[in-house]
């Protein structure tokens, strides 16, 4: 069965559409944690620094160090790669954003010949 689920870290978005601020990630973070545990995915990816710090509880300085790594979560697998706005900023960076979703991919159908 594919199925799909979008979450944000911030369930609003801040002003000027600028990063947001560790106040308003606290604020969000056990709401996004009870949507994951509700949906119970067995992959995630994560899209920028700020989803892959709160979602994997690392700075997001480590960002750069994690991205297209497979990572465990609570028993998810959890795939970083780079945020959307970032490749829009950043076009050399979209070779190796299109290397982490076709690893999604991979671990995807490999979930899914598990499953049937």
């Keep these: ?9 911030l369930k609003c978005r801040p002003p000027g559409n600028r ?3 560790p106040g308003e990630i606290i604020a969000c973070k056990d709401y996004l944690i009870r949507q994951i545990e509700i949906i119970k995915p067995s ?19 480590e960002f750069s160090r994690l991205r297209g790594k497979i990572c465990d979560w609570k ?10 706005a970032a490749l829009l900023r950043h076009g050399g960076w979209k070779k190796e954003a299109w290397e982490h979703l ?14 049937n």
Excluded at 1 to 9: C, D, R, T, W
Excluded at 75 to 84: A, D, E, Q
Aim: aromatic fraction near 10%; charge should be positive.
């Design 43 to 61: 992959i995630i990816l994560t899209l920028g620094k700020f989803a892959t710090s709160v979602i994997l509880e690392k700075s997001r300085y």
């Design 19 to 21: 990063d947001p601020l």
């Design 75 to 84: 028993g998810i697998k959890v795939l970083p790669t780079f945020h959307p």
């Design 102 to 115: 076709k690893l999604l991919k991979r671990l995807y159908d490999e979930r899914e010949e598990r499953t």
């Design 1 to 9: 069965m594919k199925s799909f689920y979008i979450a944000n870290v």
